[in-house]
């Protein structure tokens, strides 16, 4: 492996506002949350410590965000805290209706409770809100965005070092730890390069990201992700969803068992290049997921920190300007030494 030049790292403070006090996954209480604000520190300590230039973002509005997300959700996550605060919740906003058979067609009744809302928007109870998360996600999309204005301006490979992260929110649902997809509004706007493949090496399936380019010609989505019939999000993933209408064929799934390890990945990810460099991009999302990893708290997988060198020497290899953007994680000791690893054959 040769080591590359450092490759810029956009990250920003904001992201620490959101830190909800616990969550409810698989009909549990967990405190602290898996996905907590060490995770962007120690990452964006490693790679500052390797020789990687931090930069901070630059905010981009709310156009590039409503290109690929619904206007309703958008504006819901903008006032959805202050509403359920008002109604009476408590601090951590955590839905426990939700809106899924509609009446008559189309999306279920609306309400004005600030306590219903969020039910009509989140698919999962494992997403909390608090005060701080509007604020956090809306910077997250800015880091999303400015690494992308890096590659679009010649920069070989950025890294954005998002949080909260973005792959299972959908154009009009957030959930999975998600509230804006960084990776979707990144690749819609680095459409304007050309064509975009968005590889996503996260544990679990971006059915958010999916979803969204689904009919989508000019992006491509590639997942590697644990088995649906196993692990969240359960239903998305499956190597039979190919996309439809224009995007037919755009979409490839590659689910793996548990227990995967480097050798066994490797190999899938071989298959998973084939398939990007068969769609011939002109730029390249890569949605890293570091739950992948031997010691993940809630990933099935057992790549080591090597296996993460060879991952990231594989995806370099393609050879397309490549925006890295942050996805999952909770092994949090290892999370540095893994980023770092990642992305050490990327370079200018």
């Known amino acids: 492996m040769t080591a590359m030049p450092p490759i810029p790292v956009v990250a920003a403070d904001a992201h620490r506002a959101h830190d909800p006090p616990y969550e409810l996954n698989n009909g549990q209480v967990v405190s602290p949350v898996w996905e907590r604000p060490a995770r962007g520190e120690v990452i964006r300590t490693a790679l500052a410590e390797a020789g990687h230039p931090l930069t901070a973002p630059v905010a981009h509005g709310l156009d590039p965000v409503l290109a690929v997300h619904d206007r309703g959700l958008v504006e819901f996550l903008a006032q959805a805290h202050p509403a359920w605060l008002a109604a009476g919740g408590p601090p ?56 992308a204005d890096l590659v679009a301006g010649g920069v070989r490979a950025a890294y954005a070092l998002c949080r909260p992260p973005g792959h299972h929110a959908g154009p009009g649902y957030y959930g999975g730890f998600c509230f804006l997809n960084n ?29 969204i380019f689904w009919t989508d010609a000019g992006v491509q989505y590639v997942s590697l992700h644990g088995d649906p019939d196993v692990h969240y999000p359960y239903f998305t993933g499956g190597a039979d969803e190919t996309g439809a209408d224009a995007g ?52 099935g997988f057992r790549v080591t920190t090597q296996g993460y060198a060879a991952i990231g020497e594989r995806i370099a290899q393609l050879g397309r300007p490549a925006l890295v953007v942050q996805e999952g994680g909770y092994a949090i000791d290892a999370l540095g030494a893994n980023a770092v690893a990642a992305v050490a054959t990327f370079g200018h």
Not at 187 to 198: F, H, S, T
Not at 248 to 264: I, K, Q
Not at 266 to 275: F, M, P, R, V
């Open 248 to 299: 037919a064929g755009t979409t490839r799934n590659f689910p793996l068992p548990d227990g995967t390890g480097d050798e066994e990945y490797l190999a899938a990810l071989e298959l998973a290049c084939e398939a990007v460099d068969g769609f011939g991009p002109d730029v390249l999302v890569v949605s890293l997921g570091f739950d992948t990893f031997k010691a993940d708290p809630i990933g």
């Open 92 to 147: 951590a906003m955590v839905p426990d209706t939700f809106a899924t058979a509609p009446l008559a067609g189309g999306r279920a009744r609306a309400t004005r409770s600030g306590l219903g809302r969020p039910g009509a928007w989140c698919f999962d109870t494992a997403t909390p809100m608090v005060a701080g998360t509007w604020g956090a996600a809306m910077a997250a999309a800015d880091i999303a965005l400015t690494a």
């Open 183 to 211: 990776a979707a509004v990144a690749a819609r706007a680095l459409g304007r390069l050309g064509k975009v493949a968005v590889l996503d090496v996260d544990f679990h399936h971006g059915n958010g990201t999916q979803e």
